[in-house]
């Protein structure tokens, strides 16, 4: 079974990453396993709670096919957990994609997997946080996509989970990618 990990902290952003998760769900016909830090339900930023199925620690990275990560003011509450940067170089060690949106690209700099890379967040979180990217370029684009890595403004969330299709090989030529790119806009066809 094709699986992402789909990893949520309190406070996440939650609009960030629907769009994503539907085409996740509804086109690449993966299942999402969702894990926190303890394993508790988290409430998102927009007030959505989410029901969370294991913990960070009990995860088999090697299972999972991408690791989705949102962005959201609860960034600094869990900056600070070793186990976050422990999968993060596990998951870019074994070359499992990892898609990092706004504030959460904190993490993986912190984990030091944008160390010579190109990325992206919003001005204010690369600002606030130049410690962490001190080895790594901020191109201030809507979004980066690399190799095995994605990184995204917080307000790019059409291109970030069309980006996340595109490098899962989700669509079937670039007609469905434009389409699907116009939809997450809400652009009519």
């Given at each position: 079974m094709k699986k992402i990990l789909f990893f949520a902290y309190p406070q996440y952003a939650d609009?960030?990453?629907?769009?994503?998760?539907?085409?996740?769900?509804?086109?690449?016909?993966?299942?999402?396993?969702?894990?926190?830090?303890?394993?508790s339900n988290v409430e998102s930023v927009g007030?959505?709670?989410t029901k969370v199925e294991g913990t960070l620690s009990d995860t088999n990275i090697m299972d999972f096919s991408l690791i989705l990560i949102p962005g959201g003011d609860g960034v600094p509450e869990i900056l600070n957990e070793e186990i976050i940067t422990d999968k993060l170089v596990e998951a870019y060690n074994l070359s499992i994609p990892i898609a990092s949106i706004c504030g959460s690209a904190v993490l993986l700099g912190k984990a030091g997997i944008l160390e010579g890379r190109q990325f992206t967040c919003n001005q204010g979180t690369f600002e606030n946080n130049k410690l962490f990217f001190s080895n790594s370029i901020y191109t201030g684009k809507d979004i980066e996509v690399g190799h095995q890595i994605?990184?995204?403004?917080?307000?790019?969330?059409a291109e970030f989970a069309v980006s996340i299709g595109k490098i899962l090989d989700l669509f079937k030529d670039k007609d469905q990618y434009d389409s699907l790119l116009k939809?997450?806009?809400g652009i009519s066809s």
């Open positions: 609009f960030e990453i629907a769009h994503a998760l539907f085409l996740l769900k509804k086109i690449g016909k993966y299942a999402i396993t969702t894990v926190s830090i303890d394993g007030g959505l709670w994605i990184t995204a403004k917080g307000t790019a969330f939809f997450c806009k």
